[in-house]
């Protein structure tokens, strides 16, 4: 069945560095796959989406990178923050009508 | 900026009892899902809905649970008869299109079936 891995549990940084999460899938061959940021009681907001084609996709602090042939995404915040504290989800297409399966998540800490 | 809106933040109900989470997807949105979240747990998929009409459920949507579009802009997740492990955050989502765009998530419905 598919599977998708986010490696850490938890990843503590200190500000200003640049933080590296990782997302694993078996099983699966997804036409494109998204990073969400989750923070507690909230509903997960959408940050990056990127392509089966793309090997790279960046937006302000924020870089995701798509490997097909490792099965793995890669997402960084580079010169992290505080605010950057909260937990990532990687997410791939689910069915064919677009519905999402979720890692667990890592939790990120950004310490002062 | 647009967004999914759900009420009511919170509820409470007894074990049997029915309830109705409501949802405001995003206007010009055409697919609807509902997810939910047992605390400490991974973000699930229960069902997704285009053309007023369901069009996948995953495993947890069984026949306690139900969806509706009464109108134009609400969507809603009726459970029939809530068991204690119903207790979770419901999420609902809203898609543009189908493929290559992002999903907008609700700020949840935090369910607690007593």
């Known amino acids: 069945s598919q599977k998708i891995e986010q490696n850490s549990e938890a990843l503590n940084i200190q500000e200003g560095k640049t933080a590296t999460l990782t997302c694993n899938y078996t099983?699966?061959?997804?036409?494109?796959l998204q990073w969400y940021r989750q923070d507690p009681g909230r509903g997960p907001v959408f940050l990056l989406l990127?392509?089966?084609?793309?090997k790279e996709k960046r937006k302000e602090r924020l870089k995701v990178t798509f490997d097909t042939t490792l099965k793995q995404s890669l997402f960084h915040i580079t010169a992290s923050q505080p605010a950057d504290s909260a937990t990532y989800l990687c997410?791939?297409?689910?069915?064919?009508?677009?519905?999402?399966?979720f890692g667990k998540g890592t939790k990120l800490s950004v310490k002062p | 900026e647009p967004e999914v809106t759900q009420t009511p933040s919170h509820q409470v109900t007894q074990m049997g009892q029915e309830v109705i989470l409501r949802c405001v997807p995003i206007?010009?949105?055409?697919?609807f899902y509902w997810y939910r979240q047992i605390l400490g747990q991974k973000v699930e998929f229960l069902v997704s809905?285009?053309?007023?009409?369901?069009?996948?459920k995953s495993e947890i949507f069984d026949d306690q649970f139900s969806v509706e579009r009464p109108d134009g802009s609400n969507f809603t997740l009726k459970i029939r008869s809530t068991k204690l492990e119903d207790s979770a955050m419901y999420f609902c989502a809203s898609r543009y299109q189908e493929i290559y765009y992002e999903q907008y998530f609700g700020p949840g419905t935090r369910l607690t079936v007593t």
């Open positions: 997410a791939l297409e689910g069915g064919s009508q677009g519905n999402l399966i």
């Open positions: 099983n699966y061959s997804p036409a494109y």
């Open positions: 206007s010009n949105h055409l697919y």
């Open positions: 990127i392509r089966e084609n793309e």
């Open positions: 809905f285009y053309n007023n009409e369901i069009s996948e």
